[in-house]
């Protein structure tokens, strides 16, 4: 889910512009092939532009579809020639077998401007795949909507352009609409819905997603409007939005579409892997959601400081509309993922591994009762019972390579008051409810040697400030090979 993440946040922020422009420059070269009327100028000038063609061996502008075949609207759009003419021409001077020896590409007359590592991203896109990288381009506007809000498929299907308004101040709000139970005052029906009671919280790369998207659909129109995103790639569409089942079968194609860029890119890395849990879905955008945030604050799924809020923007959000929505699955995976926390750790112990901060002996306590929960099944009770239990609230940290034994009277991250869980992404170097084992003594080094290294290679003021930061995780480290404790069953 991660890299799937990346391509569609790449899709949406790097990629939109060069996709929205080549499809519309296809929408326009289409148009004018579609009304050019059959005139003697515009045979002259497709004779001339065949002439040309041969004369210098070109090769020649096709699309495949099962066999290199003239690209007849781009070429009409070109000259100023009819359709027919360009269609009759070729096929009375027999260019077939010209097209099939020397099939050639039909680029689009935009400015590439996205880049990856400062490089185009590409040096043109043509005329024949302008529509598969909207449609594309679309669907990475679903995942990252899926995947940074925590709405369900359904929900972000039912989403209508206008929907994340500007706002006066605070943050962008998504407001859907509920279709079931949508009534007029006399009891019918109302196809178009009636605005859903609690918005949602979008961070900066959903709203650009839906503008994206509006910029796509007509006004007024679902974002996932199926007559404009079937007719994008010629097909028919059907009345609403776009099915969950053809919505699954678009991210697999753009899951295929990102690991291709990636091998042409020579970036291995990058290559979505295939999934042992097979095909990604819609559903699992959610959970995998959740996964993250509990697990990796302010980290992967942050990919950028606006995430450092996720979790307290969407569970916000959700928590408005009762206890049934990713507030539920935000508390299991938390708590699963301080089982894990607890688990690792009471193991560490046990093989001697040891332990500092003001935090340290709290934090042996809570290990120690890791064995009650190993391989427990976890209910949003049960979730919310543990992380409501300040004796077992420990969540390791890896940005900041610490664990954090969670108490809310003495945690220095919130300036609000008692709050149920910490903010990691904001933690603070001189918490009480700071602990350390060997392990981030060690990541603390790691760190400082990797700073240490960058510095060597850089100007003054910025090299200083390196080392600056160096010598902070040196001190940490040393603080913890001077203080640390280990348990008693281990020391010798
Ligand atoms: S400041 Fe850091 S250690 Fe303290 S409660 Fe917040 S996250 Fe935990």
């Not at 790369?205 to 679902?222: K, N, Q």
């Not at 291995?268 to 993250?292: M, Q």
């Not at 995976?333 to 688990?343: D, F, K, S, V």
């Amino acid at each position: 889910m991660g890299p799937l993440l990346i391509w569609a946040l790449r899709m949406v922020e790097d990629f939109a512009e060069d996709i929205l422009a080549a499809a519309a420059e296809r929408h326009r070269m289409s148009a004018i092939a579609e009304t050019n009327a059959a005139t003697p100028a515009g045979l002259a000038k497709l004779r001339a532009f065949l002439n040309r063609i041969v004369t210098e061996q070109q090769p020649f502008p096709s699309i495949w579809n099962g066999e290199h075949r003239a690209a007849t609207t781009y070429i009409a759009a070109r000259t100023g020639a009819s359709r027919q003419q360009v269609g009759g021409l070729l096929g009375r001077e027999g260019w077939a077998a010209y097209i099939r020896r020397r099939p050639g590409p039909c680029p689009l007359d935009i400015t590439i401007t996205g880049r990856i590592d400062n490089r185009p991203w590409r040096q043109a896109i043509d005329f024949g795949e302008a529509a598969t990288l909207l449609r594309h381009l679309a669907t990475a506007c679903f995942v990252v909507v899926a995947y940074l809000t925590g709405m369900r498929p359904g929900e972000v299907l039912g989403l209508r352009s206008g929907c994340c308004p500007e706002p006066d101040n605070g943050p962008h709000l998504i407001y859907g609409n509920v279709y079931k139970t949508a009534l007029d005052e006399h009891g019918n029906h109302l196809s178009h819905g009636t605005p859903r009671e609690a918005p949602w919280v979008a961070i900066a790369p959903v709203t650009r997603a839906i503008r994206v998207l509006e910029r796509i659909v007509p006004d007024g129109a679902l974002l996932f409007d199926s007559t404009t995103h079937n007719a994008t790639i010629g097909g028919r569409g059907r009345q609403g939005s776009l099915g969950l089942k053809t919505m699954r079968g678009r991210i697999e194609d753009f899951v295929a579409f990102a690991s291709h860029t990636a091998t042409v890119l020579d970036r291995p890395g990058e290559i979505i892997p295939a999934d042992p849990h097979g095909a990604v879905g819609t559903a699992r955008f959610r959970r995998t959601l959740a996964w993250h945030i509990a697990r990796r604050p302010g980290g992967l799924v942050a990919l950028a400081i606006q995430y450092g809020h996720l979790r307290t923007a969407i569970s916000g959000g959700y928590a408005s509309r009762g206890r049934d929505g990713i507030d539920d699955l935000l508390d299991v995976e938390t708590a699963r993922a301080t089982i894990e926390t607890l688990t690792t750790l009471h193991e560490d112990l046990t093989s001697g591994v040891g332990i500092s901060g003001p935090a340290a002996r709290r934090a042996v306590h809570a290990a120690t009762r890791a064995a009650t929960f190993t391989g427990q099944i976890i209910t949003a009770k049960q979730a919310r019972d543990l992380l409501a239990n300040h004796h077992l609230t420990v969540y390791d940290n890896p940005n900041t390579l610490l664990m954090c034994v969670y108490k809310a009277d003495t945690a220095l991250c919130h300036h609000t008051g008692h709050q149920p869980s910490p903010r990691l992404d904001h933690c603070m170097p001189a918490c009480a409810n700071i602990a350390r084992t060997d392990n981030h003594a060690r990541g603390l080094r790691e760190a400082a040697h990797q700073l240490e290294q960058r510095a060597s290679h850089l100007p003054t003021p910025l090299a200083e400030r390196l080392r600056l930061n160096a010598t902070k995780l040196h001190a940490h480290a040393k603080r913890h090979h001077d203080q640390r404790i280990t348990t008693p069953e281990t020391t010798p």
